[in-house]
């Protein structure tokens, strides 16, 4: 199953220096069938103002990880831990048994990011923070792990059952993913793309659609223009 979920038609929330769109209920935003898929709970698309941004504030028991779409984040926590990561990249944050940070956008211009949210296996472990400049020309015409908590060489391990994706594709250009029919989410950063599972049936993708996937053991992601990709894949929940 492919349900693509229009960018449209997803959460909103404007508060002038945050322009936000929420694929799962966040905030203001509530809808009963959108509250997770698989251990993933949040998706939200982020557009934040030049120096400006999230002041101090606290989170428990989560893996958060941003993905910077353009522009630059800066992160500050209390742990001391501070990093700027750019477009491209990824940080991860195990807010375990408890982290206050803070993340400001000092750049010139307007930040784009997905903020993603993944339910842990492990409760109370140890606060952390970490950034890694992944070569963006290592992605070119295939989805390669950035975080994972199953072990894939190179990725930022995460405290959960599940994996963060990457990768970016040429008009035309065609890969196929395997998800043994785990629960998948998956969002174009940037261009328009078609994914096709066992029915043969292609889903059209616009820039920051979403597809909820489940129950697929492979799918095609053809490139209809120029394409970045984000890609969650998780276990079920029980």
Do not use: C
Not at 86 to 115: C, K, P, W
Not at 201 to 225: C, F, H, M, Q, S
């Amino acid at each position: 199953m492919i349900e693509r979920r229009p960018f449209e038609k997803l959460g909103k929330s404007n508060h002038g220096w945050l322009n936000a769109n929420f694929h799962f209920s966040f905030a203001e935003y509530r809808d009963p069938a959108r509250i997770h898929w698989g251990a993933l709970r949040v998706w939200n698309n982020d557009r934040i103002a030049p120096q400006s941004g999230f002041p101090p504030h606290p989170h428990r028991d989560m893996e958060i990880v941003t993905y910077i779409i353009k522009g630059a984040i800066t992160h500050q926590d209390h742990l001391g831990n501070q990093g700027r990561t750019e477009a491209g990249q990824i940080q991860v944050m195990s807010a375990g048994r408890g982290i206050q940070h803070a993340e400001y956008n000092m750049e010139q211009d307007e930040t784009e990011l997905f903020q993603i949210w993944i339910l842990p296996n492990q409760q109370g472990v140890p606060a952390r923070w970490e950034t890694v400049q992944f070569p963006t020309e290592a992605r070119d015409g295939k989805l390669v792990a950035l975080a994972s908590g199953r072990g894939h060489e190179g990725a930022i391990p995460l405290y959960a059952d599940g994996a963060l994706y990457a990768g970016t594709l040429k008009a035309g250009q065609s890969i196929r993913q395997k998800l043994d029919g785990k629960p998948a989410y998956l969002v174009p950063a940037k261009g328009k793309i078609e994914v096709t599972g066992a029915d043969g049936k292609p889903v059209a993708l616009n820039t920051r659609d979403g597809a909820a996937i489940v129950d697929e053991a492979e799918i095609e992601l053809k490139a209809g223009e120029d394409a970045e990709i984000v890609l969650v894949e998780t276990d079920k929940l029980n």
